[in-house]
């Protein structure tokens, strides 16, 4: 199983940028997804989360209102749409799941959250 997101870079303060996880080796269709970050310095950071059928999702504070997570099934990937970044969204960000991993609120988040599949990160870095 590999997770591999992708589409970080460096951008300006309220910019955007659309990550994407293209899985390979599991179906997405079949499992929620969870967005997270590590900030340098900072502890890892939940962002988000998505169910298996993409109709539930679940953000932390920090991002609620800007960003957006959605599947497309078909291509196997999950998105996550940052819009009006600001410097403190800077850092490493990772996508992860299991097979019974669910998107229900904020435990699914949790910045101490064990999963079993987690990709290499993609950096994402707000100027000022």
């Known amino acids: 199983v590999q997770l591999q997101a992708s589409g970080g870079g460096l951008v300006q303060a309220g910019g955007s940028l659309r990550l994407s996880c293209a899985a390979s080796g599991l179906t997405l269709e079949h499992y929620a997804l969870g967005w997270f970050r590590r900030a340098p310095g900072k502890e890892r950071e939940g962002v988000s989360c998505i169910s298996r059928s993409g109709r539930r999702t679940y953000y932390a504070d920090s991002v609620k209102g800007r960003f957006t997570v959605s599947k497309d099934n078909a291509k196997n990937t999950v998105y996550l749409e940052m819009n009006s970044l600001k410097p403190e969204d800077t850092a490493v960000y990772y996508c992860?799941?299991?097979?019974?991993?669910?998107?229900?609120?904020?435990?699914?988040?949790?910045?101490?959250?064990?999963?079993?599949?987690w990709g290499p990160g993609t950096q994402v870095t707000v100027s000022s």
């Open positions: 992860a799941s299991e097979m019974f991993y669910y998107c229900s609120g904020a435990d699914s988040i949790n910045s101490r959250r064990r999963l079993e599949y």
